[in-house]
């Protein structure tokens, strides 16, 4: 996969069954679910509306994808870590980019949060390094200490 120093579009097209296919200006092409996102956001419910939900546009710029006439913008950054949580080829990888996703950490966020290098971080999240079961582990634990706090 190409390097990409922050997530960018290149164009949507929307799916059957609240699908969305993202190719992204370093050409990585994922289709992402909606569904799940319709329950962990209230905001996003108008989108339940298939006709409105069709009406996805890219902002000029590649930075968002916009539903004009509902005023809704989802973020580049955020799809492409909610892309690699649903296309992750395993466990780990899954459950480590949902958990940044969950909580929105930039590389300098989640290197913090779990104790290694925003390097190391960038590595798991492009998928050059595979995540090992203890980065999973840390950020079960990071996750029960905040919401324990």
Known sequence: MAHMTRPRLQQVEPLADYKMKLVFRNNAVFTVDFIPFFAENPGL???????????????EWGWTVEWLDLDIQIGADTLWMDAQAQ????????????????????LKQ??????????????YSSGARPIPKTVK???????ALKKAA
Not at 89 to 98: H, I, K, L, S, V
């Open 45 to 59: 419910i108008r989108l339940r509306d298939a006709a409105e939900f069709a009406k996805a546009v890219v902002d």
């Open 110 to 123: 989640a290197a913090e949060a779990i104790g290694v290098t925003p390097r190391t971080i960038s590595a």
């Open 87 to 106: 296309n992750a080829p395993d466990e780990n990888t899954r459950f480590f980019a949902g958990w940044r996703a969950r909580y929105g950490l930039s």
């Open 137 to 143: 582990l840390a950020c079960i634990g990071w996750e």
